[in-house]
């Protein structure tokens, strides 16, 4: 037997243990719950919508895929998916994207919503911890993400409607957390470290990223597009209330390797190309390239479709200090300060922050808030 549906005590789990089905799966009429006794993907290809998964301690060393809408898997306190040998932890995907080299890159049509990983440990899956794609509402909640390090822990995209609230995650190569070509996403109460990017916005609109702790990666918080994505811009993003602090892990890609590759190490956080974003009330502090960038993107040139410069962006009371005073020598594009805008678009301004240093000097008196 490989699991048991539990609802309504031991009546309901002795009943099912008498009816196990063929493929050494048991099941109560009405149950809700799965308990998973010999590997989560079997509980999970038994659960149907509406059902969770409910992983017991211990290690369980496999990856899952979830095929069915409307699925929880929920970690017990020491459970442990280590999905070492695969490149995926946790996979739920709508199919693929679509288009070649030189093509725009086409989402799926979301088949797949309203799922939800909770309270797990997801640790040396070689790409990702979790991967969303078409996912319509999910979250990933209260987990640990640790030593996923191909590229990322936490990879919604061509998602909508989730949220990402109050994980651990460190140890990736790219994005800790990553949210690309998608929309209405909340990021909040997360730790990300020990990783390229702490939390990385791309293509996306519609995003809050607010009271997370970033601290020790290359780049706390990045927001970016680049071209022949679905979604061709990053506009109507909050960050807000967010401690971004030390973020000066040596980046470990060449600026010509990956787009984070280009990233000074020493970032706070960095805007390119961006449009109506508000950046308020956030503590950037300790970044040896710079605190916070407002800048024109230099990849819009290879798509039509994307604007390169920053329009409606507000940088309202913030707290940056002690920043840029080591600036990346190779990556930097301007000198290291506190503040940092490079005066490309429109109706970018500065107000009420509490800031030492500014490049140009005197930005915000230039680019004031009305």
Same mark, same amino acid.
């Given at each position: 037997?490989?699991?048991?549906?539990?609802? @309504? @005590?031991?009546?309901?789990? &002795?009943?099912?243990? =008498? =009816?196990? %089905?063929?493929?050494?799966?048991?099941?109560?009429? @009405?149950?809700?719950?799965?308990?998973?006794?010999?590997?989560?993907?079997?509980?999970?290809?038994?659960?149907?919508?509406?059902?969770?998964?409910?992983?017991?301690?211990?290690?369980?060393?496999?990856?899952?895929?979830?095929? %069915?809408?409307?699925?929880?898997?929920?970690?017990?306190?020491?459970?442990?998916?280590?999905? $070492?040998?695969?490149?995926?932890?946790?996979?739920?995907?709508? #199919?693929?994207?679509?288009? #070649?080299? #030189?093509?725009?890159?086409?989402?799926?049509?979301?088949?797949?919503?309203? =799922?939800?990983?909770?309270?797990?440990?997801?640790?040396?899956? %070689?790409?990702?911890?979790?991967? *969303?794609?078409?996912?319509?509402? *999910?979250?990933?909640?209260?987990?640990?993400?640790?030593?996923?390090?191909?590229?990322?822990?936490? *990879?919604?995209?061509?998602?909508?409607? @989730?949220?990402?609230?109050?994980?651990?995650?460190?140890?990736?190569?790219?994005?800790? /957390?990553?949210?690309?070509? $998608?929309?209405?996403?909340?990021?909040?109460?997360?730790?990300?470290?020990?990783?390229?990017?702490?939390?990385?916005? !791309?293509?996306?609109?519609? =995003?809050?990223?607010?009271?997370?702790?970033? %601290?020790?990666?290359?780049?706390?918080?990045?927001?970016?597009?680049?071209?022949?994505?679905?979604?061709?811009?990053?506009?109507?993003?909050?960050?807000?209330?967010?401690? &971004? /602090?030390?973020?000066?892990?040596?980046?470990?890609?060449? +600026?010509?390797? !990956?787009?984070?590759?280009?990233?000074?190490?020493?970032?706070?956080?960095?805007?390119?190309?961006?449009?109506?974003?508000?950046?308020?009330?956030?503590?950037?502090?300790?970044?040896?390239?710079?605190?916070?960038?407002?800048?024109?993107? +230099?990849?819009?040139?290879?798509?039509?479709?994307?604007?390169?410069?920053?329009?409606?962006?507000?940088?309202?009371?913030?707290?940056?200090?002690?920043?840029?005073?080591?600036?990346?020598?190779?990556?930097?594009?301007?000198?290291?300060?506190?503040?940092?805008?490079?005066?490309?678009?429109?109706?970018?301004?500065?107000?009420?922050?509490?800031?030492?240093?500014? *490049?140009?000097?005197?930005?915000?008196?230039?680019?004031?808030?009305?």
């Amino acid at each position: 037997m490989t699991s048991h549906l539990r609802r @309504g @005590g031991v009546a309901h789990l &002795v009943l099912a243990m =008498l =009816l196990g %089905s063929a493929g050494g799966a048991s099941a109560a009429a @009405g149950s809700d719950t799965i308990v998973v006794t010999t590997t989560i993907q079997a509980a999970v290809n038994q659960a149907g919508p509406g059902d969770t998964v409910l992983v017991p301690p211990g290690v369980y060393r496999e990856t899952v895929t979830i095929v %069915s809408s409307a699925i929880t898997i929920r970690g017990s306190r020491g459970a442990i998916l280590d999905a $070492s040998g695969f490149a995926v932890g946790i996979r739920a995907a709508s #199919g693929p994207m679509t288009g #070649g080299p #030189g093509e725009i890159r086409r989402c799926p049509v979301a088949r797949l919503t309203d =799922l939800a990983v909770e309270g797990l440990r997801v640790t040396n899956a %070689s790409f990702t911890g979790v991967l *969303f794609r078409g996912v319509d509402g *999910f979250s990933i909640t209260d987990g640990v993400y640790v030593g996923n390090g191909g590229a990322y822990a936490l *990879f919604p995209i061509c998602s909508t409607r @989730g949220l990402i609230s109050g994980n651990q995650v460190e140890g990736t190569d790219d994005g800790a /957390i990553y949210v690309g070509v $998608s929309r209405d996403i909340t990021v909040e109460d997360n730790h990300a470290t020990a990783s390229t990017v702490g939390i990385e916005i !791309e293509n996306s609109t519609g =995003l809050v990223v607010r009271h997370n702790r970033v %601290s020790g990666n290359t780049a706390g918080i990045a927001i970016f597009a680049l071209p022949l994505l679905d979604i061709p811009v990053v506009e109507g993003i909050l960050v807000e209330r967010n401690v &971004v /602090i030390r973020n000066n892990r040596p980046n470990p890609f060449l +600026p010509t390797e !990956e787009a984070v590759g280009a990233l000074p190490t020493g970032s706070g956080i960095i805007a390119l190309g961006a449009d109506r974003v508000s950046i308020r009330d956030n503590q950037i502090i300790g970044n040896d390239s710079g605190g916070l960038a407002v800048l024109a993107s +230099p990849l819009a040139a290879i798509d039509p479709r994307m604007d390169a410069f920053p329009d409606d962006v507000g940088v309202i009371g913030n707290v940056v200090r002690r920043n840029g005073l080591d600036p990346d020598p190779i990556r930097s594009p301007v000198p290291g300060a506190d503040l940092i805008y490079d005066g490309s678009g429109r109706d970018v301004c500065f107000a009420d922050n509490v800031a030492g240093t500014e *490049f140009p000097v005197g930005l915000t008196a230039a680019f004031p808030c009305q």
